[in-house]
């Protein structure tokens, strides 16, 4: 159903998308790194679980969100390495893994246990799974996260990497990220200090809806739960929640349930408000100025200047170097884009939950 909140797992749930799935298809079989990227509740998780799902090969999905917030804050190899058992183990208990009997943890006549980092070793029976399942392909969901693995922040996962780039021709990777400049920061395929400095991937970016297909997206979506939304609505609702997939599902699937376009609007903004609300606590953690920057350009505040005014009015004085530092993070993380010199907030329920 269109409609569910959850993550899609199946290519017939996805509205759209078909190129996108297909090049993310090809990145799974083909090449050794593919990067998926797009801004928060684009579909992402829903195009790699569907693509994964489709993968004749030895597909593993790991959520590196989910990791590291388990982790308190860290990803510890031990805990990774542990992750990826659970995984084969799941799906040995289904009898064969591509011709593989597994039996316990002893999976091919290969122990798998972390030792020292315990990367390579997993990568390599992976590469070996691998080899008989035609090619296994480890998916890390949000792995901008990855950067918090091990005491070196990921550099010891990255180089593990590497050597599976260069040595494990049956292992593939795939990295997702919401915060787009961090995710590429973190592989450093452009930084000549990073392990995988100049390797070739795969890049797959999914965008919001344009216009039209939001409006396509929701009367396919109310079509399919039997409700009949007149065009000014499907209207009003791309007028204030854009092209982003996630808020449409919510707010049709409020609708749906609720009867009413307005309550079902006020929901929407609502959970909007829970979700953005944690997210900005995590930000928050990180300094307590992210979200005066943000509120700033939230209410109007698009050049450098007026941003700094009202920061220094909140909050006391602050060096240009820190503020183009916040603002160059906060871009790096997907939430504004500069354009002409001037902030925006790229989503627009966000800009409006900052300015309430
Ligand atoms: N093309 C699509 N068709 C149907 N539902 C979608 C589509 N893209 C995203 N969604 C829905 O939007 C929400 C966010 O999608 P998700 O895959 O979690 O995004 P991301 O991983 O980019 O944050 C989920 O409820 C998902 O079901
Ligand atoms: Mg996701």
Do not use: C
Request: proline content about 4%.
């Amino acid at each position: 159903m269109l409609f569910d909140p959850r993550p899609k797992n199946r290519r017939e749930e996805i509205f759209d998308r078909e190129t996108e799935l297909n090049s993310l298809g090809k990145g799974l079989r083909e090449y050794p790194i593919t990067v998926l990227i797009g801004i928060r509740r684009v579909g992402k998780s829903s195009l790699l679980r569907a693509v994964l799902n489709e993968f004749d090969g030895l597909g593993l999905y790991l959520d590196a969100r989910r990791l590291y917030a388990a982790g308190g804050g860290t990803i510890s190899p031990a805990v990774l390495v542990d992750e990826i058992r659970k995984i084969l183990l799941g799906k040995g208990r289904f009898g064969f893994l591509g011709g593989i009997k597994l039996e316990g943890i002893n999976l091919g006549g290969i122990t798998l246990k972390p030792k020292e980092t315990g990367i390579i070793d997993v990568f390599e029976l992976l590469n070996s799974l691998g080899r008989k399942a035609g090619r296994a392909v480890i998916a890390f969901d949000e792995a901008q996260y990855l950067r918090f693995y091990g005491p070196r922040g990921g550099k010891d996962l990255l180089a593990g990497i590497a050597y599976a780039y260069d040595s494990l021709p049956n292992l593939g990777f795939v990295f997702t990220g919401s915060e787009v400049g961090l995710l590429h920061d973190f592989i450093g395929i452009d930084d000549y200090s990073s392990p995988l400095f100049g390797r070739v991937y795969e890049e797959v970016e999914v965008r919001p809806f344009h216009r039209e297909l939001s409006e396509e997206f929701l009367r396919a979506g109310f079509k399919e739960v039997g409700m009949k939304v007149p065009e000014e609505e499907i209207k009003r609702a791309v007028d204030e929640l854009d092209g982003i997939p996630g808020w449409l599902v919510e707010l049709g699937f409020n609708y749906w349930k609720s009867g009413s376009f307005e309550r079902a609007m006020e929901r929407t903004v609502e959970r909007a408000k829970s979700m953005i609300r944690e997210e900005l606590f995590e930000l928050e953690k990180r300094s307590h100025r992210y979200s005066l920057v943000l509120r700033a350009i939230a209410i109007g505040l698009h050049r450098w200047k007026n941003i700094k005014d009202y920061v220094e009015a909140k909050s006391g004085p602050i060096t240009n170097a820190r503020l183009s530092a916040l603002l160059k993070n906060l871009e790096k993380m997907g939430w504004i884009k500069k354009e002409n010199g001037e902030y925006r907030i790229i989503d627009p329920l966000v800009e409006r939950v900052l300015r309430d």
